[in-house]
């Protein structure tokens, strides 16, 4: 199941953001396309899990995009974390090189209510109903929580390779050996909170789409940039980084012994 649903999601995915690539110019057409292509794990794990289990394990997946009945304090940190990551890049850059690095200009209120509208209108649930809702138990079933965390964020980065190599699109030519490392971290951060508030998709989708929206409090692009593969990226971008993993270090510990609940029907077919 896991190895059909990577193929699925990669292979949707990088068709998706070609035909959008190929379809530049034209009106509307590589918006529809990228955002098929954002949401393909979704679509690679609701075609899986219903050719295995039928309509009931669809219902069950897509369910816990309803788990909303958590405390308060998991709203706050879904929201709150990534901003107080990229407010610390800002005050370390400050402390260490005598000086602010440059903020955005969007206003903060415009970068909230996005983040909440993007939960039911952007593509960030089509990526985690695949990658926290349907890979991650199974992974962790295999080789424990922490490395499974690990192992997927690798996973979910490369997943993202095509896009910085497609004009016109944010992450071009960054550097993606660091983009990687973040979000490896980033994936340990999720795992940890969609451990504690009982497999929850919509705050790791709420926390997705914060990270989403967030980003540009204080840029870390490099302007002009033209290699992906290369390590040179700005002071800020690599201070982010080492704050992403020294906060997911923590998580990692946290996350040893723990699992998360997979169906018998599903670990009697991974054995």
């Avoid at 909440?116 to 809702?133: D, I, K, N, S, T």
């Avoid at 940890?192 to 870390?220: C, D, F």
Wanted: hydrophobic share 55%; aromatic share 14%.
């Amino acid at each position: 199941m896991l190895i059909a649903f990577f193929a699925a999601a990669y292979a949707l995915a990088w068709t998706f953001f070609g035909l959008g690539a190929l379809a530049s110019g034209r009106a509307g057409l590589p918006s529809i396309l990228f955002y098929l292509g954002a949401i393909s794990p979704s679509l690679a794990a609701v075609a899986v899990v219903w050719h295995r289990e039928g309509t009931s394990g669809v219902a069950a997946l897509l369910g816990r995009l309803l788990r909303w009945r958590v405390h308060w304090a998991w709203y706050v940190f879904a929201v709150a974390y990534f901003p107080a990551i990229k407010l610390g890049a800002a005050l370390v850059h400050r402390l260490a090189f005598d000086a602010w690095p440059r903020f955005g200009n969007e206003a903060w209120y415009v970068m909230l209510v996005g983040t909440f509208l993007a939960v039911p209108l952007g593509g960030q649930a089509g990526e985690e109903v695949g990658w926290r809702g349907f890979a991650l138990p199974r992974l962790a079933n295999r080789c424990g929580l922490p490395a499974a965390s690990v192992l997927l964020g690798v996973i979910w980065a490369a997943w993202h390779l095509p896009l910085f190599f497609i004009p016109g699109v944010d992450k071009t030519g960054q550097s993606f050996p660091l983009y990687a490392a973040q979000v490896t971290a980033i994936s340990i951060v999720l795992a940890w909170l969609y451990l504690n508030t009982n497999e929850s998709l919509l705050l790791v989708t709420l926390m997705h789409s914060a990270i989403n929206q967030t980003i540009g409090i204080v840029p870390s692009a490099e302007s002009g940039a033209t290699n992906p593969f290369t390590l040179h990226a700005s002071r800020i971008a690599w201070i982010t980084a080492a704050l992403l993993w020294a906060t997911a270090a923590y998580f990692l510990v946290r996350l040893r012994g723990r699992n998360l609940s997979v169906d018998d029907s599903v670990v009697a077919s991974l054995r």
